[in-house]
């Protein structure tokens, strides 16, 4: 199983319009809006889960693709607590 990162979203944007576009790619198995913890408003993104065999390709067809007035940036989830290293900045 594979957690998709889904970016860009319009706040108005629910997860069965996001179950939907995923769903032509393969087999989802679950979308997570997520909310702000204070004000409880959409933050403009959500994860997707699909089986790994589906997750690339619908990353692949969906980054970029404009959808309710958006361009969506998608990409494979990365775990939580991993980030990327930056060089310090002289």
Request: aromatic content about 10%; proline content about 3%; hydrophobic content about 35%.
């Amino acid at each position: 199983m594979k957690s998709i990162y889904v970016g860009n979203l319009a706040f108005e944007t629910t997860s069965d319009q996001i179950w939907q576009l995923f769903a032509e790619h393969g087999d989802v198995k679950s979308v997570k809006l997520i909310n702000d913890r204070d004000t409880g408003k959409p933050r403009g993104f959500a994860f997707v889960e699909m089986d790994d065999e589906y997750a690339e390709g619908a990353v692949d067809a969906t980054d970029g693709v404009e959808f309710e007035g958006r361009s969506l940036k998608v990409n494979i989830a990365r775990p939580r607590g991993v980030w990327r290293l930056r060089r310090p900045r002289h």
